[in-house]
T-cell receptor, first 113, second 113 residues
Framework: GESVGLHLPTLSVQEGDNSIINCAYS??????FIWYKQESGKGPQFIID?????DKRQGQRVTVLLNKTVKHLSLQIAATQPGDSAVYFC????????????FGKGTLLTVNP | DVKVTQSSRYLVKRTGEKVFLECVQDMDHENMFWYRQDPGLGLRLIYF???????EKGDIPEGYSVSREKKERFSLILESASTNQTSMYLCASSLAGAGETQYFGPGTRLLVL
C-alpha cells in the first residue's frame, strides 16, 4: 500500500485562521515531497515542494515543514481564505524510484466565512 | 507557467467503445503521465512515458494503452471501454530525472455506460 497518509480526512476552519494539514510517510528513503491543491472538478495544482535536506520552506501564505525524525510533513496556510477550500494532498518521491510519486489520499479543507 | 491541456473535460461512452484521451504540454517536458483518480483510492499511475515512443507500465495498466508520437503529446487509449473504467483521468508532465515536480492538466471525467 501507499506509504504516504494523512492524519485527518477533513478540516474545517474559520476564515482568517491558520490551517495545518498533516501527512505521514513511512519510507526513510523518501527525499522529495510536494503539496498539491485540488479544487472540485479540477486537476491538482502544485503549491510547494521541499527536499529532504531542508526542514522548512516558505511560499506565499504557505509553509511546509518536514520532520524526518518522525517522518512527518505538514502544510501551514496562513490567514485561510474561502478560496483555499479544496482537497490538499501530499506526494513523495522515493530516492532511486526516478520519476514515481506516491500520493496521499487527501484532506478536505473547508473554510467557513 | 506550465500548461497541460486535455482534449475533453467530460466524456460519455458506451461499453465496448474505443476511447482516446489526449494530453498536450507546452513546456518541453520529457516525462508525461496518465493517472486515474477514484474516491477513496487517490491517484493511481496507469502509464508513464519518458521520451517519444517510450513508455512504461504504471500500477494499473490493464485495459489501457498509450501512444507518444511527439514530445508534447501523450494519448491514453481504452481499447474496449468497460464500466469499471468510469473515472477521472489526469495527465501530468515533468522534466526528466528524479524528484521533479509533476504538473497536472484539468482532468477528463469519463463515464462508461
Amino acid at each position: 500500500g501507499e506509504s504516504v497518509g494523512l492524519h485527518l480526512p477533513t478540516l474545517s476552519v474559520q476564515e482568517g485562521d491558520n490551517s495545518i494539514i498533516n501527512c505521514a510517510y513511512s519510507n526513510s528513503a523518501s527525499d522529495y515531497f510536494i503539496w498539491y491543491k485540488q479544487e472540485s472538478g479540477k486537476g491538482p495544482q502544485f503549491i510547494i515542494d521541499i527536499r529532504s535536506n531542508m526542514d522548512k520552506r516558505q511560499g506565499q501564505r504557505v509553509t511546509v515543514l518536514l520532520n524526518k525524525t518522525v517522518k512527518h510533513l505538514s502544510l501551514q496556510i496562513a490567514a485561510t481564505q474561502p478560496g483555499d477550500s479544496a482537497v490538499y494532498f501530499c506526494a513523495e518521491n522515493i530516492r532511486g524510484s526516478n520519476y514515481k510519486l506516491t500520493f496521499g489520499k487527501g484532506t478536505l479543507l473547508t473554510v467557513n466565512p | 507557467d506550465v500548461k497541460v491541456t486535455q482534449s475533453s473535460r467530460y466524456l460519455v461512452k458506451r461499453t465496448g467503445e474505443k476511447v482516446f484521451l489526449e494530453c498536450v504540454q507546452d513546456m518541453d517536458h520529457e516525462n508525461m503521465f496518465w493517472y486515474r483518480q477514484d474516491p477513496g483510492l487517490g491517484l493511481r499511475l496507469i502509464y508513464f512515458s519518458y521520451d517519444v515512443k517510450m513508455k512504461e507500465k504504471g500500477d494499473i495498466p490493464e485495459g489501457y494503452s498509450v501512444s507518444r508520437e511527439k514530445k508534447e503529446r501523450f494519448s491514453l487509449i481504452l481499447e474496449s471501454a468497460s464500466t469499471n473504467q468510469t473515472s477521472m483521468y489526469l495527465c501530468a508532465s515533468s522534466l526528466a530525472g528524479a524528484g521533479e515536480t509533476q504538473y497536472f492538466g484539468p482532468g477528463t471525467r469519463l463515464l462508461v455506460l
